[in-house]
């Protein structure tokens, strides 16, 4: 009876602290992110990625979410990044990822934000690179991505089937298994809301821990100044001549990629390649892309999409062609992760914005396989399309 008495009080203590909270500090770190500007859409914190509120608080009407990996932040200081030529208030991105964002990990982000979608555009792009491990995404970088907050919402979605969940929940708890605490929470997930194993006192403090893990990543993003100062351009998108855009970055292309012969970043070159070259040469000759846990983890993405209703593009990138076949990747091999994307897609009605046949194109790619020069302005044409 104490111990009751005790654990009641400790609750309420705790409730009166948050109202207190609420009123002072919560809403200093909840206007930190409530913006005007795109200073939080371009921004490429995990804080950012793995919260609810401040994902949602900026996606506008205008805001196309853009779910992708390591090809979102590799250039971001470019100028023909996404960043720079769609900083305006009539059209922006809201860009989710970075390395090791596959499609699990958008799949609960997706599941959390989804019914947030003001205008229900989401282009999700698809890297080969996802496919060549037969066992998916590694554990590791899923512990590492992966949102506490988003599972627990995308469980509690009631838009979302119980197949879907299902489906979703046992391959979040099987990515988890090295991980005791959050492997333990995302059983108890699956017991609630799955199995219904728990009474309303438990839905509760299902609900309170969820409170206070999102308030803790959104704390941690307000005190690392995760919001860079990064004043919009202007209120409407130029009237891009983009065959003129593709003139110019190539132009700059040539001069920044011409230190090898694989038109890759001369930076990247002389700092990732120059040294170990010959060594790379058949390097990645035993890649296959047939057999992956990732296709099913896409599965369980567009399960998300369907049920939610979401109208998704597919993006496909391409490789880059001469490097894939000097490390001995070659065309048919490549052709395999292709295909099965694009026939996933046809499967389910998703539309696909393919660029896998510009393997070889000129200054298309920056580097070994994030998308470059001419690859972000034929893409960003593309994505412009999509305003109206």
Known sequence: MIKLKAFIISIVLVLITLV???????????????????????????????????????????????????????????????????????????????????????????????????????????????????????????????????????????????????????????????????????????????????????????????????????????RNKGKENYPMNGENTPNYNWDQLDEQVTTEAKEKANNNDYQIDNTYYDKYIREKYDQLKNSSKNTKYDDSKEYEDLDILLSIVKDLNIKMKFAILPANGKWSDYTGIDSETRQVAYNKIKEIAQNNNIEVMDYSNKEYEEYYMFDAMHLGWRGWIDFERDLYKLKK
């Open 20 to 222: 207190i909270l609420e009123k002072t500090y919560i809403k200093k770190i909840d206007d930190y992110y409530k913006v005007e500007d795109n200073s939080i859409r371009y921004n490429t914190s995990y804080e950012k990625y793995k919260s609810y509120d401040i994902l949602t608080q900026n996606i506008k009407p205008n805001t196309l979410v853009l779910l992708g990996s390591s090809e979102l932040t590799a250039t971001i200081n470019e100028e023909y990044h996404p960043k720079k030529i769609f900083n305006y208030n009539d059209f922006n991105i809201m860009q989710i990822g970075g390395g090791y964002f596959q499609n699990i990990i958008h799949a609960a982000t997706l599941g959390s934000i989804g019914n947030n979608v003001k205008n229900n555009k989401v282009v999700m792009i698809e890297s080969i690179q996802w496919f060549d491990n037969k066992s998916g995404i590694l554990k590791d970088a899923f512990l590492s991505r992966i949102s506490e907050e988003h599972v627990y919402r995308t469980m509690a979605n009631e838009k979302i089937s119980q197949e879907t969940k299902e489906k979703f929940i046992n391959r979040v708890i099987e990515l988890s298994s090295t991980n005791k605490d959050m492997h333990k929470k995302f059983k108890s997930y699956k017991k609630y809301f799955l199995n219904n194993k728990g009474s309303f006192i438990t839905g509760e403090f299902l609900k309170f821990d969820n409170y206070i893990y999102s308030f803790k990543n959104k704390y941690s993003f307000y």
